[in-house]
C-alpha cells in the first residue's frame, strides 16, 4: 500500500508537470521508476504507457484552450513514430550488450544539463537585454542569441507549412520532419515523450511562444508515447500494475498543471523547465554513482518543491476568492 500511494504522488507529480510544461512527463517519471527500483528498460516501457494519458487529457485541455498548433504537433508527431522504433532497437541492442543502464543514464545527464543551460542563460540573457532596452542601450547583440533560428528560416525547401502564430512566418517541411524523426529517437531511447526536447525546439527553432508551445508539444508526446507504449508492451517490457497507477494519479494532476499554465508568464515556464531538467540531471547522477537513497530524496523534494511554486498562484487565487466570499457573507 505504501508503494502504491508513492506511484499515485509520482503520477500526480508528473501530470502536474505535463500539464504546465507541455511535455509527457517521461524525463521526470523514468528516471524516478529506475531511481526507486525498476530495470532501466522496464521504466522505459511503464513510462511510455502512463505518458500516453497525460499526452491525451494534456493535449485535449490546452487545444480547448487555444494553446497548440494542431497541424504542427500532427506533422512533427507522425514522423516521429520511425525515430521511437529505431530508438527502442537500440535500446534493446545495448541491454542485450549489458550497456543500456549506464548508457541510458548518462546519455540523460547529458541532454537534460544542455537544455537546461541553454534555457538558462537565454533567461539571463533577455532579462539583461530588456535593461538595456529600459537604459537606452539598445539591443545590437539580439541575433546572436536567436542563431538557430536564423539558419532553420534560411532552409526554403517546399513544400512550407503556415505558422501564424510564431516568429517564422513559415518553415520547411523538411526541417519539421527532420526534427520530429530526432525527437522520436530520443524519445525511443530513453523513455520520453519527446516534449522535453520539442518544447525548448518550437520556442527557440521555430519560434513559437511558449504557451502555444506547450499545447502543441503534448500533440507530439501523444504520437511518441502511443507508439511507443505498443512497442514496449509487445516486448514486455511494461510494469502493468506500476503504469496503472501512475496513470491514475497522472490524470489528476494534469488538471491542475493546465490550470496553472492560464496565469503563468511566458518566462516564468521556461525558468522552472530548465530548473527542473537540472535536478532531474542530478538525480540520476546519484544513482549512477550509487547514492541510490540521496538520489531518492532529491528527485522527490526537489519534485514537491517545484510542484509547490507551480502551484502557488492557484492557491493563493483560491484563497482569495474564499475570503472574500466570506467578507461578502458576513455584512450582507
Known sequence: MDNLILLFFIGFV???????????????????????GLQIVTAIGTGFFALLGNALVGAWRH?????????????????????V?????????????????TSIRVTYIIILILISFFMMKEYLSGTKKTADN????????????????????????????MLPQSESVSISCWVIIAAGVLIGF?????????GFIALPFL??????????????????????????????AIAGHVDWTTAVVILTGSIVGIQLGVAAVKTAAEIRI??????????????????????????????????????????YPIGRDFLARALHRKKKNFFF
Not at 508528473?14 to 526507486?36: D, E, H, K, M, R
Not at 522504433?85 to 543502464?101: D, H, I, P, S, T
Not at 522552472?272 to 523534494?301: D, G, M, R
Open 270 to 311: 521556461k525558468v522552472l523547465f530548465a530548473i527542473l531538467l537540472f535536478y532531474v540531471a542530478i538525480s540520476v547522477f546519484f544513482k549512477q554513482i550509487e547514492l541510490t537513497i540521496a538520489s531518492s530524496y532529491l528527485v522527490v523534494s526537489g519534485a514537491l518543491g517545484l510542484c509547490l511554486i507551480i502551484l
Open 85 to 101: 522504433e529505431f530508438g527502442k532497437r537500440f535500446v534493446l541492442y545495448l541491454e542485450r550488450q549489458n550497456l543500456a543502464e
Open 134 to 161: 529600459q537604459k537606452g542601450k539598445g539591443t545590437q547583440d539580439q541575433e546572436k542569441s536567436f542563431l538557430p533560428k536564423r539558419i532553420v528560416s534560411k532552409i526554403g525547401f517546399p513544400p512550407k507549412i
Open 63 to 83: 487545444l480547448r484552450l487555444g494553446n497548440g498548433h494542431l497541424k504542427l504537433g500532427i506533422i512533427l508527431g507522425l514522423s516521429s513514430i520511425g525515430g
Open 186 to 194: 530520443l524519445s525511443g531511447l530513453l523513455g520520453v515523450g519527446g
Open 14 to 36: 508528473s501530470g502536474i508537470f505535463s500539464g504546465f510544461f507541455g511535455v509527457g512527463g517521461g524525463f521526470f517519471l523514468t528516471p524516478v521508476l529506475n531511481i526507486l
Open 203 to 232: 520556442i527557440y527553432v521555430v519560434g513559437v511562444p511558449a504557451i502555444t508551445a506547450v499545447g502543441t508539444s503534448l500533440i507530439i508526446v501523444f504520437f511518441t508515447s502511443s507508439y511507443g507504449a505498443f512497442t514496449y
